[in-house]
């Protein structure tokens, strides 16, 4: 039986029978894969404390397979990430990378690419301060970086019609075009979302890699619902993740 291997994260783990697990992999070059894990529950299994998500794996498997559930052969640890497995705020955060690629799963070409973000996501994570505007500020980057490579990368920069400088505090949004509206343009084309100005110049440093403006709890808020809202529009209808949720109920927020 030819065995094929790849890197990548668990997304989500399903206990299945007595000993068993279903897992949902996302690797660099296969994109999203089923796995069973068979004896992985017995703490003598060889996949014993393997099988997190927070972890980067190598993953050994049969290269073809019939059913849609391939046997998981062996599995070995790439690398760890302690300080996000310790900070159980940051893990929070990383249940949102692994939702967003479960619900929104890239086509299995352009994998890498998205594995490679959501390594680099992590990278960032496991050395990043526990502070809440900074990680409200990398999951922002996140999906900035998702929207990128997904090929609908939104700009915050100049009116998204006539190429003006935008003005005033509350500025329109324009989601099927992916840009905001000066003043002049929105009287003429109605927008389908407002952003305060100061979260438009956070969004735009944040992509750009300028010096990221402090932001409150709520306007980083507002951006994170607006970057999701925008996947969702570019993406066949937006998803309800459990985990964002769960994220606030962590900062202390819900
Ligand atoms: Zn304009």
């Not at 049969?62 to 849609?68: G, K, L």
């Given at each position: 039986m030819a065995l094929a291997k790849d890197t990548g994260f668990l997304l989500r783990k399903i206990p299945y029978s007595e000993s068993s697990f279903i897992l949902k992999a996302f690797t660099r070059e296969h994109g999203l894969l089923t796995f069973m894990a068979k004896g992985?529950?017995?703490?003598?299994?060889?996949h014993h404390g393997l099988l997190d998500p927070v972890l980067h794996l190598q993953f050994l498997f049969?290269?073809?397979?019939?059913?849609?559930i391939r046997i998981l052969g062996e599995v070995s640890l790439m690398r760890d990430f302690p300080g996000i497995r310790e900070d159980i705020v940051k893990q929070g955060l990383s249940c949102i990378f692994s939702e967003i690629l479960l619900r929104y799963t890239p086509s299995e070409s352009d994998s890498s690419q998205f594995h490679d973000l959501l390594l680099a996501a992590q990278e960032g994570l496991e050395s990043s301060s526990s502070e809440r505007t900074v990680l409200q500020a990398k999951l922002s980057a996140f999906l900035l970086g998702y929207c990128d490579i997904s090929g609908f990368q939104p700009q915050f920069?100049?009116?998204?019609?006539?190429?003006s400088a935008l003005s005033g505090s509350n500025i329109p949004f324009l989601m099927d075009r992916g840009g905001p509206l000066c003043a002049s343009c929105q009287r003429a084309e109605p927008a389908t979302f407002f952003l305060r100005e100061n979260i438009v110049r956070w969004l735009d440093a944040i992509q750009t890699g300028g010096e990221v403006p402090a932001v409150g709890r709520t306007d980083a808020w507002r951006a994170e619902e607006f970057l999701l809202s925008y996947l969702g529009r570019h993406t066949g209808g937006e998803k309800n993740l459990k985990s964002v949720a769960v994220w606030h109920e962590l900062l202390g927020d819900a």
């Open positions: 992985a529950k017995q703490p003598k299994s060889r049969p290269a073809f397979s019939r059913s849609d920069q100049n009116c998204v019609r006539c190429g």
